[in-house]
């Protein structure tokens, strides 16, 4: 599952302007979940951003979105984003 992390991470960097990037591996916490789906990732996405953080916040999130919107339809069930 790191190597979907890595890409996400990667594509994010080469899209959007950002000073840090921490992409968490939540999946573990959600196994016993009635909507678990195995192979699927739970994230969540910490981004220091003075790009972001000057737009609004449904702007930044449907940026967010668009730039990782293939991995989230194959590969992410759930993504919690956090704007620092």
Known sequence: MSFYIN????????NIQLEEIKIIDNTNAHKNHKSFQKGKLHLILEIKSNYLNNLSRLEAEKILMSTIKEEFQKNIHALEIRLK
């Open 7 to 14: 890409q996400i991470e990667k594509k994010i960097k080469n």
